[in-house]
């Protein structure tokens, strides 16, 4: 009896238990149930009205209570949409002082965004342009404008906008045209824009950037265009840069970039222009530069480099502008440069070239300028000069030139600047001179010549300009 008694009291404490323990299990929601409402809103917490297209999200009212920590996870939405790009462009407009802008038509309005002054949109409502230049924007550039995943046409040039470039610029995969010249950037040039696969065109010109120039800019496979001129950029050329195969036009001008030109720009077979000058580059101008077959404009001017032209320039077939002057080049002119048939201009100043001014120069048909003054040129001038019959500029000056004036430059009916004084010409100067008609620019001044200057020149020389020392007019 007394075990009966017993086993009924423990079947008691155990219903009690059980009752007590489904009791403490309640319906009363979770914590973490209500974080997880917290971070992702139902539709109706944020308004169906402003959903974003093509976003999902499964409610939670749906889905049975549990009490168990394995439940499924909420799918994050896509948050990438028209209406993120509005906010994007609002977020601009708010860091660039877009109430100042010189035209801010219909932004910050109810009206599509691709009615906003200068915002271009596709048929889904993305931004794919934004052409804001010359529009008096300031401030920072917002990293938010890396949102804007469709843009493929940014371009933001002429304003005051100031402070670094946003590295995530790099996110946007569909760039093609990035310009962000003529504002007051500083900072170094983010090497996430190395990223940018489909970029055509970069160009970040008369800015205040500073640093190197990245190695990653190597890798921009389809850049047609890279202008990072007048800048403060400093450091080596990074070779990577001859990895550019699409390059039509290279501009590194104006900065101060040091070190030897890479050999391996030589491999950019596409490349029409090249600008290096104003920099502090020293060393040799390599050989491989002879490879450019397309090249139609080289500039090296206003650098430290050294040594002989290189021979191989005279392959450049193409090339129409060749400018290495304000440099510490040595040795003669190669001959090889009367290969140019198309050079219009042919400008060597102020180096420390010396030899004999060679006569295959006389085969530059097209030339227009030759600018060869404040070298130690010796020997005569060649004769063969008097066949450049679209010769508008001939500067010989400051050089150690004998002899006498050809009479053959008499034949230069084009000419209208001619500077021959701080040499050491002598004889008297040719009559054929009075035959230049559009002469306007003489300058014999410095030299052992005699006799007199052509009486028909004296009517249209600009005498405030000209210099002829001590010779009458006959």
Not at 173 to 190: C, F, H, Q, V
Not at 318 to 324: A, C, E, G, K, M
């Amino acid at each position: 009896m007394i075990d009966i008694t017993r086993n009924l009291i423990l079947i008691s404490l155990v219903l009690i238990l059980s009752i007590a323990l489904l009791a403490c299990g309640g319906d009363e929601p979770s914590e973490s149930s209500d974080t997880e409402r917290a971070a992702f809103p139902s539709v109706t917490e944020r308004g169906a009205g402003t959903s974003e297209p093509g976003a999902t999200l499964e409610s939670s009212a749906t889905s049975e209570p549990t009490t168990e920590a394995t439940s499924e996870p909420i799918p994050t939405p896509d948050w990438t949409s028209a209406e993120t790009d509005r906010e994007v462009l609002i977020a601009f407009y708010n860091a660039t002082g877009g109430a100042n802008w010189t035209n801010n038509d219909d932004w910050l309005t109810d009206k599509p965004v691709g009615e906003w002054y200068g915002v271009t949109t596709d048929d889904s409502d993305r931004v794919v342009e934004l052409d804001l230049a010359l529009n008096d924007l300031s401030g920072e550039i917002p990293r938010e404008l890396g949102n804007l995943a469709n843009l493929t046409d940014l371009w933001l040039a002429g304003n005051q906008l100031s402070g670094e470039i946003p590295p995530e610029l790099g996110n946007l995969a569909n760039l093609t045209y990035l310009k962000l010249s003529g504002d007051r950037l500083s900072g170094e040039i983010p090497p996430e824009l190395g990223k940018l696969a489909n970029l055509t065109s970069l160009t970040v010109t008369g800015d205040r950037l500073s640093g190197e120039i990245p190695r990653e800019l190597g890798n921009l496979a389809n850049l047609t265009y890279l202008h990072l001129g007048r800048n403060d950029l400093s450091g080596e050329i990074p070779p990577e840069l001859g990895n550019l195969a699409n390059l039509t036009e290279l501009s590194l001008s104006d900065s101060q970039l040091s070190g030897e030109i890479p050999p391996e720009l030589g491999n950019l077979a596409n490349l029409t222009e090249l600008s290096l000058s104003d920099n502090q580059l020293s060393g040799k101008i390599p050989p491989e530069l002879g490879n450019l077959a397309n090249l139609t404009e080289l500039d090296l001017s206003d650098n430290q480099l050294s040594g002989k032209i290189p021979r191989e320039l005279g392959n450049l077939a193409n090339l129409t502008n060749l400018t290495i002057s304000v440099n510490q080049l040595s040795g003669e002119i190669p001959p090889e440069l009367g290969n140019l048939t198309n050079l219009t201009s042919l400008t060597l100043p102020s180096n420390q070239l010396s030899g004999e001014i060679p006569r295959e120069l006389g085969s530059l048909a097209n030339l227009t300028y030759l600018r060869l003054y404040d070298n130690q040129f010796s020997g005569e001038i060649p004769p063969e000069l008097g066949s450049l019959a679209n010769l508008t500029t001939l500067r010989l000056d400051e050089n150690q030139l004998s002899g006498e004036i050809p009479p053959e430059l008499g034949n230069l009916v084009n000419l209208e600047l001619l500077w021959l004084g701080d040499n050491q010409l002598s004889g008297e100067i040719p009559p054929e001179l009075g035959s230049l008609a559009n002469l306007t620019n003489l300058r014999l001044s410095g030299t052992q010549l005699s006799g007199c200057v052509p009486s028909s020149l004296q009517r249209q020389l600009d005498m405030s300009r000209s210099e002829l020392g001590d010779l009458p007019f006959c």
